[in-house]
């Protein structure tokens, strides 16, 4: 089916780029698929300068990757690789978080319960893509706190990488109600101005999101990029 834009006012060729993702999300476009200009710009109806404009977003963010003589697949990550990057959240997150419990202001306790709030709904309405994300930008705002730019740019680039392993995996209510109670157990280290809880807090949580995770792969698939 078609996709035709009415006039998005972010620009068309976000607007194809998050028309993709959605495609990718779905896994409508599996790991490993070829992205194929001219038939998305077709299945867009748009011309394939915003489609190409579109997918350089993409390989941004981690979704796709650019393969020399070969074309742009939808990026692949093996559990290996995924298990690395975790470990690697872990560290960071927690560093984060244990710096973040010197900068907590009263607006910015608004915004995490708000942000908390909000997931425990997408938790009881079990919408998955909601609480996605909503997680991220839980995470974000801890980021944020930690008043660190290398610590937020590492962290940032681990989350692009991890997004396509993570996201098929936020469906199961149980696992986003205790991802969020985890959350809160956070947040209220962070607000209490507890560095050490906050730092450990916030490392167990990474890691208790890659034991969810491997609870639902079937670790004999391991894939490799292209």
């Known amino acids: 089916m078609n996709v ?10 976000v607007f ?12 409508e476009l599996k790991p490993g ?6 038939a998305l710009a077709l299945r867009m109806g748009t011309s394939r300068g915003p489609v190409r404009e579109a997918i350089r977003m993409l390989t941004g963010l981690g979704l796709v990757k650019a393969v020399l003589n070969r074309g742009v697949f939808v990026r692949q990550m093996s559990v290996r690789e995924m298990l690395e990057l975790y470990d690697l959240r872990a560290l960071v997150f927690g560093f984060a978080a244990e710096r973040a419990a010197d900068h907590l202001a009263e607006s910015h306790k608004a915004q995490f319960e708000d942000l908390l709030d909000a997931m ?30 290398r610590a937020q740019a590492a962290y940032d680039d681990y989350v692009k990488e991890m997004h396509l392993f993570r ?15 985890e959350h809160r157990t956070l947040y209220e280290a962070i607000a209490k101005g507890s560095r050490a809880k906050a730092k450990s807090t916030a490392e167990r ?9 491997l609870s639902n792969i079937d670790n004999t698939t391991l894939l490799a990029g292209p």
Do not use: W
């Not at 709904?121 to 996605?132: G, I, L, S, V």
């Not at 469906?171 to 991802?179: C, D, E, F, K, L």
């Not at 949580?205 to 995770?213: D, N």
């Open 167 to 181: 996201r098929e995996y936020f469906n199961a209510p149980g696992n986003m109600r205790q991802s969020n109670a």
């Open 4 to 13: 035709t834009p009415d006039k998005p006012e972010q620009g068309l060729p």
């Open 33 to 38: 698929e070829r992205l194929n200009e001219a």
């Open 205 to 213: 949580h990474v890691l208790k999101g890659r034991e969810r995770l």
């Open 120 to 149: 425990d709904r997408a938790c009881e309405t079990e919408n998955a893509n909601q609480y996605y994300e909503l997680n991220l930008k839980f995470h974000a705002l801890v980021l944020q706190l930690a008043n660190n730019q």
């Open 16 to 27: 194809v780029a998050d028309q993709l993702k959605q495609l990718i999300y779905s896994g």
